[in-house]
């Protein structure tokens, strides 16, 4: 199973994939991931993989939230990767938000979730 979620959907993916065996790769679209009390076993990520997505705009991958998650993860044995997107901002995906949507972008974004999901997935 491939989870993909964006702002408050992203850090929701993340924990699933840390909280579902059936889960085996996750793509995060700027993640919100606002759990300061509640941390999960990031240990479940072993031989996972996931990619996040991340805007110039919500500070990118080197947020301390997100280079968190991302060294957690990685701990844990799984595979993570990080992408940064110069010159946009938060919900640059969103194509019914004209004011941020970025197409170029938001098709690399997702050709890359779809790659990672043909990886992860179908091998």
């Known amino acids: 199973v491939g989870v993909t979620g964006f702002c408050m959907g992203g850090g929701l993916a993340l924990l699933l994939g840390a909280t579902s065996p059936q889960v085996r790769a996750v793509s995060a679209f700027y993640p919100a991931m606002p759990w300061a009390d509640y941390q999960p076993e990031w240990s479940a ?3 996972k993989v996931a990619a996040i997505h991340t805007s110039e705009g919500d500070g990118g991958s080197a947020a301390e939230p997100i280079r968190e998650v991302a060294e957690a ?3 844990a044995g799984g595979t993570v990767e990080l992408f940064d997107y110069a010159g946009t901002q938060h919900a640059f995906v969103n194509d019914h938000r004209p004011e941020v949507f970025d197409a170029p972008s938001a098709q690399l974004a997702l050709s890359r979730t779809v790659e990672e ?6 091998s």
């Open 117 to 122: 999901f043909r990886s992860a997935l179908l």
């Open 73 to 75: 993860i990685g701990q």
């Open 45 to 47: 990520y072993a031989g």
